[in-house]
């Protein structure tokens, strides 16, 4: 079993995600900020969840408020990001991604990726289906940019 699927994260509504349900799925991973000049992505991201939903792609956003765009709880940030940009896959509560208070999954993905510090919001990681990391993307690569690299890791 690959790392990645011995994390937990929570769901916005309390709800526990476990990582043990993504084996055999391409898991694409955002930390978000809905007052973030790229929030539009979610709109983007959301297109790719419901074009390649049924292949088996997942998609997971983590709000952070690391970089003070985030609202300030999460269900507002849940409907916000719903009304603006029709997000429908699931949102954990906000986490960190850097420093000494940062999501052990993200300390995970940034040593997987070979790269250090989260430099913004939209940091994207795609996770294959074996559970690898095959990327990261960073913040302004926009989700039309790595369809590719997702339909690849479907086949």
Partial sequence: MAPIYKFKET??????????????KVLLI???????????????????YQKYHDQGFEVLGLPSNQFHQ???????????CQMHY??????????????SEEDPLFTYLKNESGHGRIKWNFTKFLIGRDGQLIERFAPVTK??????TI?????
């Fill in 143 to 148: 989700p039309e940019k790595i369809e590719e």
């Fill in 86 to 99: 029709g997000v429908t896959f699931p949102m954990t509560k906000k986490i960190m991604v850097n420093g």
């Fill in 70 to 80: 985030e609202l300030d709880d999460d269900k507002a940030t849940s409907d916000y």
């Fill in 11 to 24: 769901e916005m509504n309390g709800f526990t995600i476990d990582f043990n349900d993504y084996q055999g």
């Fill in 151 to 155: 339909i690849s890791a479907l086949q």
């Fill in 30 to 48: 955002v930390n978000t900020a809905s007052k973030c000049g790229l929030a539009p992505q979610l709109e983007g991201i959301e297109g790719l």
